[in-house]
């Protein structure tokens, strides 16, 4: 038995989010049908197309014809899920949206997933993810040398809308396990959005945030370094320990003697100091190759990772010994590799039967949804996941923003907390922004009275969940097999930097250790100097993952009545989050190559400067593109000058980017983008971080929500991650202070008050 078998899911949607998403379920055992036009899925040349779509048969339909409208509607008369990406008012011009759909079939989930949001200015534009980069600010929150917005050569946010739309399904299926009843969801690119910069959109007037000019990282501690032999490594000392045994490794611990530091490592993040220190590091490390400093550092037991290419990595043992390069045979490209299943499950694994096949819709078998509920669920608007007790044991990003996703979904989430916090607090507003939602408990497992009391919160709830490096559960006495004899429905999930075998499975795993390992860094730095991406996927999509995971095996238990282990990792993530860039057979179309500030990937794909100051990103991706864009720069005879099909394959600093330059830098920001889609050009405003809290296309979308913190005051953040029609959700308070809801959390499990005193004044509970 597998977590979603018996579902079936009907995929309307095209390119990568949708169709990702549901390819995470059909992993999982979910039927899942995929309904192409006659023209195929917009993106069926891509490699990505072949993992994206596996597992999944293919059916033809052209839904906007009268026969194949009605063999859709009967299609999902027959299903459990229905995934959309259409544009807003396509879905009701069609009769294909949630009121229309589900009056014929109420226990439907109805999701829907626009590329942009669903309403507002640019809600319009045509999927590409340079767009949505571009709109939502996340092009500009990306380091560079100049003061500009950066292309990102891989498709990040959308794998986000993938990783984060199946979770988002996963917990609506769970919630009609309970209730029985179907609803309509949304998950959009700006929630996309809100996951991957869950930490880097959130705002507390007067905090600065740590980073400095260019893309190597602007930390001394957290920073791509160039060796003696021209080979570069990340240096992934996150936390005041390791720092120090890397300071320790390099024989420069007379820097934390500087003036202004005199000890405090906190000190050494602060303009101005971090530059020395930086400078100071970079010419250590040129004093030797890169082999011998991995070998110093590893000696020491400082993360570090070698900047490697994604090929490198997809045959990594490390690859192997996750089970994440699978070969196929297909008939039109022959062997065809592709990632394989990043989530591993104990009891229900998952698995890659085959790629996609062809499939008539007549000779589907009938299916009759998969509803066991009995009306009985929580109440409207208490969020799917509502009565869901998570233990979150998580630190940093990967482990604890899972938690933090599943507040947003309505389940109550305790931090649990050694009495001296979590080391990632030092880092303000981004841990801030990946653990709202949550109560705070501050307690030492390490204590005996502290793992029994553990296990004594463990009778009650439904998940634990930690990013501990392998081994620490169980020196710990908390490993599943543990906590299984105190609780058979616990469900145990826990994320590492490797997986729990091969060679760098003991070793700490930071996102951009994975960043650099898994050719990530490399590819968008090109033939320059490798990039540091400021978003954080690995760590960001492991917890989507872990999250999806989770309510995968909450959805199974509602079945069986039997929880299971869990298991995640960031290697896994950093493979399945360049799934279309991995993806293999021979005579494959090479992926696109960044830059040193990379401003784009041709003349008619990238961003240019105008009069304003202002930038603006042209997505021209067809022919008719260039003519359109001569025209509404005013120079028609541009387009007499050159073939447009050539056109479309000019270099991003040819000849023919050089006079489109000009022609923008003529007119202010918001006249150029006005003029591009007057033409018909696909092409967005780049929002700088000025922009950001300020856009009105955000504030329609209701993107931010305003609450206060008791130690930085008004802030605001992402408000949701997906939106529920009848279960609702978002998040129900702001991050907890250390120990903030110790005796509360007690209190509401039960802990009688006398044994909660005699916990706090041994100092096994800390009481904030």
């Known amino acids: 038995m597998t977590a979603f078998e018996g579902i079936r899911i009907i995929d309307l949607s095209e390119g990568i989010a949708g169709p990702m998403a549901t390819m995470l379920l059909g992993d999982l055992g979910a039927e899942v049908i995929k309904v192409e036009p006659p023209g195929g899925d917009r993106m069926k040349d891509h490699p990505g197309y072949l993992c994206w779509n596996r597992n999944k048969q293919v059916v033809t339909l052209d839904v906007h014809s009268f026969a194949g409208l009605s063999a859709a509607r009967s299609l999902l008369a027959s299903a459990d899920v229905a995934v959309f990406d259409w544009a ?41 993810e340079g767009l949505l980069q571009a709109v939502t600010g996340a092009a500009w929150l990306q380091s560079s040398y100049e003061d500009r917005p950066i292309y990102l050569v891989t498709p990040q946010v959308s794998y986000g809308h993938a990783v984060l739309g199946a979770g988002v399904l996963g917990a609506a299926l769970h919630e009609r396990a309970r209730s029985g009843e179907g609803q309509a969801i949304v998950v959009s690119g700006l929630d996309a959005l809100g996951a991957v910069e869950a930490g880097g959109t959130v705002h507390a007037d007067g905090m600065f945030r740590m980073g400095g000019r260019g893309s190597r990282g602007g930390v001394p501690n957290y920073r791509l370094y160039e060796c003696s032999d021209g080979l570069w490594f990340f240096l992934g000392s996150l936390t005041p320990q390791f720092f120090l045994k890397a300071l320790e490794a390099t024989d420069m611990m007379h820097l934390m003697t500087l003036e202004g530091v005199d000890g405090d490592f906190a000190s050494l993040l602060k303009p101005g100091i971090n530059t020395q220190v930086i400078e100071a590091l970079d010419a250590r490390f040129k004093e030797k190759t890169r082999a011998e400093w991995l070998d110093i550092l590893h000696d020491h037991d400082v993360p570090r990772g070698p900047v490697g290419t994604s090929r490198e990595w997809f045959h990594s043992e490390t690859a192997r010994s996750n089970d994440m390069c699978l070969e196929f045979t297909d008939a039109k490209h022959g062997k065809v590799e592709i990632p394989g299943v990043p989530v591993k499950f104990g009891r229900t694994p998952g698995s890659v039967r085959g790629l996609a096949t062809p499939a008539k819709v007549e000779a589907l078998p009938a299916h009759t949804p998969a509803v066991h509920g009995s009306n009985a669920g929580p109440a409207t608007g208490a969020g799917p996941l509502a009565g869901v007790r998570v233990l979150d044991l998580g630190a940093f990003i990967a482990g604890t923003f899972a938690p933090g996703i599943m507040a947003a979904w309505g389940a109550d989430v305790v931090k649990v907390e050694p009495p001296d916090g979590d080391p990632f607090r030092t880092y303000g507003l981004g841990f801030i922004g990946y653990n709202r939602g949550k109560r705070g408990l501050a307690l030492d497992l390490k204590k005996p ?223 150029v983008v006005d003029r591009l889609l007057s033409r018909g050009v696909p092409a967005a405003p780049a929002l700088s971080p000025d922009d950001l809290f300020q856009s009105p296309w955000l504030h329609e979308n209701s993107y931010f929500e305003y609450f206060d913190h008791p130690q930085f005051g008004a802030m605001m953040g992402p408000g949701r991650l997906g939106h529920f029609s009848r279960s609702g959700g978002g998040y129900p308070r702001r991050s907890p202070l250390i120990g903030e809801h110790s005796v509360e959390v007690l209190e509401d499990l039960g802990i009688p008050a006398e044994r909660i005193a005699s916990l706090i004044a041994s100092k096994v509970v800390l009481q904030g």
Not at 92 to 118: C, I, K, M, Q
Not at 644 to 663: F, R, W
């Open 88 to 128: 807003p008012g396509e879905l009701e011009r069609s009769g294909l949206d949630p009121v229309t759909v589900r009056a014929a079939n109420p226990a439907l989930l109805h999701a829907w997933f626009p590329p942009y949001s669903p309403q507002g200015r640019w809600s319009q534009l045509p999927p590409d």
């Open 449 to 671: 009275e502290g793992r029994e009391l553990f296990l004594d919160l463990v009778r009650v709830s439904d998940v634990v969940l930690d990013n501990y490096r392998n081994g620490v559960r169980e020196r710990l006495g908390i490993d599943y097999a543990t906590l299984k004899q105190i609780n058979p429905r616990i469900i145990s999930c826990s994320v590492t930097g490797y997986g729990p075998a091969g060679e760098l499975s003991p070793d700490p795993g930071f996102d951009p250790l994975v960043q650099a390992r898994s050719g990530l860094m490399a590819a968008q730095g090109g033939d320059d100097e490798p990039v540091f991406y400021q978003i954080p996927i690995n760590d960001t999509g492991s917890a989507m993952a872990a999250a999806f995971g989770i309510v995968s095996a909450l959805y199974e238990r509602e079945r069986s009545g039997e929880g299971q282990e869990v298991l995640t990792c960031l290697a896994n993530q950093s493979i399945l989050f360049q799934s279309g860039e991995v993806s293999w057979y021979e005579g494959r179309p090479e992926n696109p190559r960044g830059a040193k500030d990379c401003i784009g990937v041709s003349a008619l794909n990238r961003y240019y400067q105008c009069a304003d100051g202002g930038w603006v990103l042209i997505a021209g991706n067809r022919p008719e593109h260039f003519a359109s864009v001569c025209v509404a720069l005013g120079h028609p005879e541009w387009a007499g000058r050159l073939v447009a099909e050539k056109a479309l394959l000019e270099g991003v600093n040819s000849p023919l980017a050089d006079q489109i330059a000009g022609g923008m830098a003529a007119f202010p920001r918001d006249e």
